[in-house]
């Protein structure tokens, strides 16, 4: 009796957990969306991050609560590019002669192709160059002033060759050097790449000032070398510019069905489709308010629930790559609110969204641009997380059943003993 009666006090004391299905009453119109993904082979300069819905939301390049870093080659944070800001539109010029007019004197912007392009790179002391592409309308605006700019450095004798080069005819050679976008100006000095390319103002003057300065930072240089000063490194040549982009925030999304991808694009660019690499890795992905950011209740409360509810964000630190272009990882989200009901207070109660995901690559044309697309859909259902304890009157009806089982048990025996043992009348 009293084994049983400590067994039955023991569990008393103790709860389990239990799991239910309800419908999910969550008033809230809208969810948060935490992201932290890094694009491994996408400057930050074309990462664009855009949001559907099946209410018909089209957010394009969402720049509210986004951040961009771009990082190094090894993948780690390098220059902190500010928040997802809008991307300013380059100043173009309107020129009334067409590209054959601006020829009839001679092409001043001298073509190259795979063959003589590393030669003329090499023999020259500096070489400015367009990369483009035919169907490309911002290349097609760049041409009459890329020509009236070669024939300007021409004229006033600058020590600069201006060359082009067409990507559709030279598609080896601009996969050779990773042109992503169209156009792409680059500089190149004694027969390196020198970094970042271009990126100001399309204009004659801006071009020109450009290359006159890269032009005098080479011959102080080099004057100064001449004088027996040392100096670590050429000061034409700037930071190495890796093609990589952190891109992390949080998004405030409607509660249906949607997504929100990471598109390649540029307000001043056309982007090459047979370039464009979207392997990347998933740092963080959760939805609701990120749990360092929550309260030490909520903290103590998550403390006590077992890892298999606590599925918050699966993706984390999964890298998905891409071997081959025209290739992009699609991922679909399922997410479930989770109530988490540990105490009869409401001090013991958070809600929480657990999520379950599916990824996959998928095939893109080879005039479409990929992006990385996140499918998310909220469930109509909610997932409740309690602990549950034995009532008071179950406890006591189990000790009334002891003790009264207990008295019929030594009644019995008492009756056995007392047939086998009475004394047998003569």
Not at 339 to 351: F, I, P, W
Request: overall charge neutral; aromatic content about 10%.
């Amino acid at each position: 009796m009293a084994v049983l009666f400590l067994s039955e006090t023991y569990a008393f004391t103790q709860t389990s957990l239990i799991t239910n299905i309800a419908m999910d009453d969550n008033p809230e119109a809208q969810i948060r969306l935490n992201f932290n993904i890094t694009m491994l082979d996408l400057h930050c300069d074309f990462v664009s991050v855009d949001v559907l819905d099946s209410l018909g939301t089209n957010r394009q390049n969402i720049t509210k609560n986004i951040e961009k870093w771009q990082i190094d080659g090894d993948g780690m944070r390098r220059v902190f590019s500010g928040r997802n800001r809008e991307v300013r539109e380059l100043a173009h010029e309107e020129h009334e002669e067409t590209l054959e007019q601006l020829h009839s004197n001679g092409v001043h912007a001298i073509p190259l192709t795979k063959d003589t392009f590393d030669n003329f790179v090499a023999e020259n002391d500096a070489v400015f160059v367009n990369f483009f592409a035919p169907w490309c309308v911002w290349c097609q605006r760049l041409h009459p002033t890329w020509e009236k700019f070669a024939e300007q450095m021409e004229s006033e004798r600058v020590d600069i060759r201006v060359a082009t080069v067409d990507c559709i005819a030279e598609m080896d050679l601009c996969r050779k050097v990773g042109i992503r976008a169209f156009p792409s100006l680059r500089w190149y000095e004694e027969g390196n790449h020198v970094q970042p390319d271009y990126k100001q103002d399309r204009t004659v003057s801006a071009l020109a000032g450009f290359t006159k300065r890269k032009r005098d930072m080479s011959q102080k240089h080099r004057s100064m070398l001449a004088d027996g000063k040392k100096r670590s490194k050429n000061p034409v040549q700037g930071r190495p510019d890796h093609p990589g982009c952190q891109v992390s925030g949080h998004l405030m999304v409607n509660r249906v069905p949607g997504n929100f991808h990471i598109e390649a694009k540029s307000k001043n660019h056309n982007l090459n489709a047979a370039m464009t690499n979207l392997t990347h890795v998933v740092n963080h992905l959760s939805f609701g308010e990120p749990l360092e950011n929550r309260s030490r209740k909520v903290k103590r409360v998550l403390n006590r629930v077992p890892d298999e509810h606590k599925n918050f964000s699966p993706l984390d630190n999964e890298l998905f790559s891409t071997e081959t272009f025209h290739n992009a990882w699609h991922h679909y989200i399922k997410v479930v609110s989770t109530h988490l009901n540990m105490g009869k207070s409401d001090y013991d109660k958070v809600t929480t969204y657990q999520f379950l995901e599916q990824s996959q690559i998928v095939h893109y044309n080879v005039d479409d641009v990929p992006e990385a697309r996140f499918s998310y859909d909220i469930s109509p259902m909610s997932v409740i997380v309690e602990r549950e304890g034995r009532k008071w009157y179950d406890y006591l009806t189990s000790l009334c059943a002891i003790i009264g089982g207990t008295f019929t048990t030594l009644g019995l025996i008492d009756s056995i003993f007392y047939r086998v043992f009475k004394t047998k009348k003569l």
